[in-house]
Each structure stands twice: as C-alpha cells, then as structure tokens.
C-alpha cells in the first residue's frame, strides 16, 4: 500500500473543534445580549426625548393660549375704548347739530 498523507486540520481532535464552536456561540450569545441591551437602551432614550418633547409642545401650546387670550382682551379693550369714543364724538356732534338747529342757534347763526 502507498503511504497516504493525513494534513493535520486546524483543530487536531474533535473535542478542541467542539470547544472552538462552543466559544463562538458564546460570543454570539454575548454580543446578541449587548446588541439587545443597547437597542433597549436607545428605545428608552428615545421615548424619553418623545415625551421631554411632547412636554414641551403642551408648554409651548399652552403659553400660546394664554397669549391669544390677553391679545383678545387688549383688543376687546381697544374696541371698547374706540366705541365709547365714537359715541362721544356723536353725540358731541349731535349737541352742535341741536345748537345750530334751536331758535337760539338760527338767531346766533342769523
């Protein structure tokens, strides 16, 4: 018979083989926890800065509110002031109109 050459395999018996499959599964076990951890991590983080922010829109939302209604009522002010000027000038304007209507007022006018 003729001398058959065996190559030595990286791993030179079975058991070493099953130790180096062992210890990648491990790793991948390890490095799928860490992924999972960090994945987990970065979900909270996330709703976390939903909800910092979601908190700020109410403030915002809220203090907007607030502002439109002192708007209204400054305007309501304003409109109220401009009216009750408008009928002061009407009626002033009615009491010369009645001045120069009156007997007395054709006399002076006269």
């Known amino acids: 018979m003729e001398n058959v050459t065996v190559t030595t395999p990286q791993y030179p018996d079975f058991g070493a083989l099953l ?7 491990r790793r991948m076990d390890e ?3 860490r992924y999972l951890a960090e994945r987990k991590k970065q979900e ?6 939903e909800a910092k922010w979601q908190a700020e829109r109410k403030e915002q939302e809220a203090k907007r509110q607030v502002e439109r209604k002192e708007w209204e009522a400054e305007m309501k002010a304003s409109n109220d002031r ?3 000027i408008s009928a002061d000038t009407n009626r002033a304007i009615k009491d010369m109109k009645n001045v120069f209507t009156t007997q007395w007022g054709r006399l002076v006018e006269a």
Do not use: C
């Open 19 to 25: 130790e180096s499959i062992k210890e990648n599964g």
């Open 31 to 33: 490095n799928y926890a």
């Open 44 to 49: 909270a983080e996330r709703k976390e800065q």
């Open 82 to 84: 401009l009216n009750k």
